[in-house]
Nanobody, 122 residues
Framework: VQLQASGGGLVQAGGSLRLSCAASGLAFTKYIMGWFRQAPGEEREFVAAISWMGGNTYYADSVKGRFTISRDNAKNTVYLQMNSLKPEDTAVYYC????????????????WGQGTQVTVSS
């Protein structure tokens, strides 16, 4: 199984980025897909998740209204559109896959990608 995250970078506050996570080696439609982030010295925190067929989405309060998660099951890819970025969004962003129906709990995730750095300057 491989989850390949991409799309991170350096952006000014108020800007946008779109992260992608391409999955291979797993039955993609059987997994809830999620995005988490981890800043230096902090624990990994939940950002957003999407159910198997995309009918349900979940967001951390800190990103509601600014971030949108989506998935393309034909491409085995999940996306995170991040708008109105703030310096406090700076972190390494990880995508993950889980089947336990606990999208906000990182301990329930079966697979993780390698992470992509997002840096928001003020």
């Amino acid at each position: 199984v491989q989850l390949q995250a991409s799309g991170g970078g350096l952006v000014q506050a108020g800007g946008s980025l779109r992260l992608s996570c391409a999955a291979s080696g797993l039955a993609f439609t059987k997994y809830i897909m999620g995005w988490f982030r981890q800043a230096p010295g902090e624990e990994r925190e939940f950002v957003a998740a999407i159910s198997w067929m995309g009918g349900n989405t979940y967001y951390a309060d800190s990103v509601k209204g600014r971030f949108t998660i989506s998935r393309d099951n034909a491409k085995n890819t999940v996306y995170l559109q991040m708008n109105s970025l703030k310096p406090e969004d700076t972190a390494v962003y990880y995508c993950g896959a889980e089947r336990a129906a606990s999208p906000k709990d990182p301990d329930e995730y079966d697979y993780w990608g390698q992470g992509t750095q997002v840096t928001v300057s003020s």
